[in-house]
């Protein structure tokens, strides 16, 4: 089963960018389904991005057009750009992978952003 460390978190000023890492521990990550989800305080965990293996992506309204999701196969990492943050944007950032081994969560980042 793979394992999943999410990493890039951290606190920006409203506006400001964020680079997120999601890497998986072993080759057969870069055949997975990888999704990113993110939790704010007293909310649900909200899915916000997916990345499919062939490159296709979907994104949740609210981050389309500000989140990018990319990927790096020599390095098991999928990326996700967070550009103009803003203070709803702040929660922890999980990464999930789906495989023929089954799905995992990674522990998740810690986003925060002032105004």
């Known amino acids: 089963q793979v394992q999943l460390v999410e990493s890039g978190g951290g606190l920006v000023q409203s506006g400001e960018s964020l680079k997120l890492s999601c890497v998986g521990s072993?080759?057969?990550?870069?055949?997975?389904?990888i999704s990113w989800h993110r939790q704010a305080p007293e909310k649900a965990r909200e899915w916000i991005a997916t990345?499919?293996?062939?490159?296709?992506?979907m994104y949740t309204p609210s981050v389309k057009g500000r989140f990018t999701l990319s990927r790096d196969d020599a390095k098991n990492t999928v990326y996700l750009q967070l550009d103009s943050l803003a203070p709803e944007d702040a929660a922890v950032y999980s990464c999930?992978?789906?495989?023929?081994?089954?799905?995992?969560w990674g522990q998740g980042t810690q986003v925060t952003v002032s105004t």
């Open positions: 999930h992978s789906t495989g023929d081994d089954g799905a995992t």
């Open positions: 072993e080759d057969s990550f870069n055949g997975d389904i």
């Open positions: 990345l499919w293996p062939g490159g296709a992506t």
